[in-house]
């Protein structure tokens, strides 16, 4: 069965695949620009109360990854959560028991359904990573916020994944499209997805620079809030 994403901007993704439903790095709040920062450009595409998640996997502890406006939303006691030490620390003050948070650092791994999660290196903070989802025959590895580092390849490549969805945004810690596009080329995926632009208007990206970098036949340009069927052949 093909995966299902649907992208919810930034680097926020409903993931379906293996019987299993994942919510990663959730912004669906204006905190960013509350916070005096960020403007919002793309409007909130959902309640969060409303997201039904298997589990929530939360990648490093920036505002528009683990988000205090979205999770204050959620019934933190009825979901399970997946993060690095830094952001297991972030969630227990917000209200999330023990019971419900699952230690996911690098090199860490569980089952949910009949998916297989992984976390893996991320160049971005102290322990940041990125996650790598494998489940009916398909192998998706979405690099949260990274720098490009030859060990982002490294890390990923004994996955083989089929799937790559790398930040293009080119400032404040992440690759830019050029060196996502040597990333995916290096792993040889068969499909290509840029994310973490369109959010804010002080750090975006023409998904476009990425799409020429890779070849238009090896990339897909997600729909904020569509759904999308990832097929890729084998």
Same mark, same amino acid.
């Given at each position: 069965?093909?995966? #299902? ?41 959902? =309640? ?6 298997? +589990? ?38 917000? @209200? ?16 949910? @359904?009949?998916? #297989?999660?992984?976390? +893996?290196?991320? =160049? ?37 994944? =089929? ?9 404040? @810690? ?14 040889? +995926? ?18 476009? =620079? ?10 897909? +340009? ?13």
């Amino acid at each position: 069965m093909a995966m #299902e994403l649907v992208w919810l901007g930034q680097g926020g993704f409903l993931i379906r695949c293996g019987g299993a439903s994942i919510c990663l790095d959730p912004y669906l709040s204006d905190s960013c620009e509350r916070s005096g920062g960020h403007t919002r450009i793309a409007p909130a595409p959902l =309640d969060p109360a409303s997201i039904d998640a298997d +589990v929530f996997v939360i990648t490093h502890d920036h505002m528009d990854h683990l988000d205090e406006g979205t999770l204050r939303k959620i019934d933190l006691t009825a979901h399970l959560f997946a993060a690095p030490a830094s952001c297991r620390k972030h969630l227990r003050a917000l @209200g999330v028991p023990e019971d419900r948070l699952l230690s996911f650092d690098r090199g860490e791994e569980f089952g949910i @359904g009949d998916a #297989e999660l992984h976390a +893996v290196f991320a =160049d971005h903070t102290e322990d940041s990573i990125g996650l790598v989802v494998r489940a009916g025959g398909q192998t998706a590895y979405f690099t949260a916020d990274t720098l490009y580092n030859p060990r982002l390849q490294e890390e990923a490549a004994p996955f083989a994944p =089929d799937i790559l969805v790398p930040c293009i945004n080119g400032r404040w @810690g992440n690759m830019g499209a050029q060196e996502a596009a040597r990333l995916a080329k290096g792993l040889n +995926v068969k499909l290509a997805i840029p994310t973490h632009y369109g959010m804010f208007a002080e750090n975006t990206a023409d998904p476009m =620079d990425f799409v020429r970098e890779m070849g238009a036949e090896r990339c897909r +340009v997600l729909t904020m809030y569509e759904p999308a069927l990832l097929e890729t052949e084998g």
